[in-house]
DNA sequence: GTGGTCTAGACCACG
DNA sequence: GTGGTCTAGACCACC
């Protein structure tokens, strides 16, 4: 673990959940190679002092990122970021981004923005947050 | 408004709330070109009672278009597809829906999505929704 | 919060809605620095039980603020006065507003109030909320 | 009455009612010196089917003028644009008018809107419709 | 505890 | 007929 290298940001003036805010956090972490296959994360107890929030809201972040095959706990040992360039696709979840990409189409066209924008907007994302995955 | 023509579809086993799919559902009929500047759409008993919904809940949708210049409502009269002036861009919901784009580009990656595979959806989207605002 | 400082008046028997008012007199507390950036407004619950009416009306009410950028509303948190970033005009209720100006100034002329009265009486809102965004 | 010279607008697309329009622009058509004391009004009939629109809403805007002494109904004879300039103010509404703007500038201040942005808009308007009440 | 969604039903304003 | 406001009360998600 990089422990001190990697903050998480939460903003708590947001109107985004905590515990996704996390999920989004280290999973951006990861993309961006803060954080890499085999790095251990703060424990819960650890990341909810550090983040003054409360240990559940940490947990279900954890939770929802190991049903994502994001993060691994051992028992015993902690948890950690999981190795993930050869699982299968997640095809149900793939279906869902797909849809939820359509639904961001929409509502862009409707503020009049060019489909030119979205495309150098998700360009320079892809440049943020490395162009591959780490 | 093309009556029977036009078919808004509700998933009431889906998580996403009934007023949001309808909202987006409608949005898309205009970008389709399905309802047009001007076109009426059903009352919000008579849509209510389409969908099996409650009115209060066709209603709520109602208003958020109209809050985005997307309907007008017109007391006593009915509502209607907005007249796409050249209305001033939103630019906050237009940061808000750049930052959703860098969420959705996060699980995407982790998803194993490639770049490339998000471009052509995209695209796809585009023309499935009509190149230029109907 | 300054809780029993910041007093909300709603007038039961004015033709405006509850709600609208509402939405006034947190928009002026505002103004005057008795609610600032980061105060927590009374639960919505909390509001109605003072107010003596309905949560549905006290949560439309912070629903329309937190669209107008006013407050942010954290699930399972509370309400809040949100920062005032520099967050980019709203052009399209800034229009809005000049258009209900200059119905103003119309029926203004026919109550025979002389635009050196209308002035004044700006100025003096004006240093009654205070010169500047608080 | 200056017959074909005056022309009502009435935007069908607007959210304000049909006969809250036809007042505010006969108001207007006051200030502007389209019309002036004595000129005749088309009857109700006359103005419905001129502007499309149902008996009964224009014979409601017409009663509102009256109720604020702006127009005048001799029976059989027809609807007159009053005299007003030697009419005592009427405090009650003046107040109602002071309380309106001082909503709009509550909200003005929470739009970015300047006070001089306020003052121009209000000069100007002030320009459009005639210096002094015709 | 917080707010969000949805239903059901009453009453009012506009046309 | 249209939509708007308000109440009452159920159920759910977040902290």
Same mark, same amino acid.
């Not at 947001?14 to 280290?26: A, G, H």
């Not at 296959?37 to 947990?59: C, F, H, I, W, Y």
């Given at each position: @673990?990089?422990?001190? *290298?990697?903050? +998480?940001?939460?903003?708590?003036?947001?109107?985004?959940?905590?515990?996704?805010?996390?999920?989004?956090?280290?999973?951006?972490?990861?993309?961006?190679?803060?954080?890499?296959?085999?790095?251990?994360? $703060?424990? #819960?107890?650890?990341?909810?002092?550090?983040?003054? @929030?409360? $240990?559940?809201? #940490?947990?279900?972040?954890?939770?929802?990122?190991?049903?994502?095959? #994001?993060?691994?706990?051992?028992?015993?040992?902690?948890?950690? +970021?999981?190795?993930?360039? *050869?699982? $299968?696709? *997640?095809?149900?979840?793939?279906?869902?981004?797909?849809?939820?990409?359509?639904?961001?189409?929409?509502?862009?066209?409707?503020?009049?923005?060019? @489909?030119?924008?979205?495309? *150098?907007? @998700?360009?320079?994302? =892809?440049? =943020?947050?490395?162009?591959?995955?780490?």
């Amino acid at each position: @673990m990089k422990g001190a *290298d990697f903050v +998480v940001r939460i903003n708590k003036a947001s109107s985004k959940p905590y515990y996704e805010q996390l999920v989004l956090s280290i999973k951006e972490d990861i993309l961006n190679g803060v954080l890499t296959a085999g790095d251990q994360v $703060p424990s #819960v107890r650890e990341m909810a002092k550090r983040l003054l @929030m409360n $240990p559940n809201t #940490v947990s279900k972040a954890y939770k929802v990122l190991e049903n994502e095959q #994001v993060l691994v706990t051992i028992k015993g040992k902690g948890t950690f +970021v999981k190795v993930t360039e *050869d699982l $299968p696709r *997640d095809e149900i979840r793939i279906l869902q981004v797909k849809e939820r990409l359509k639904e961001l189409v929409i509502e862009a066209r409707h503020l009049q923005i060019s @489909m030119r924008e979205l495309s *150098d907007w @998700m360009n320079g994302f =892809e440049q =943020e947050l490395g162009g591959d995955l780490q």
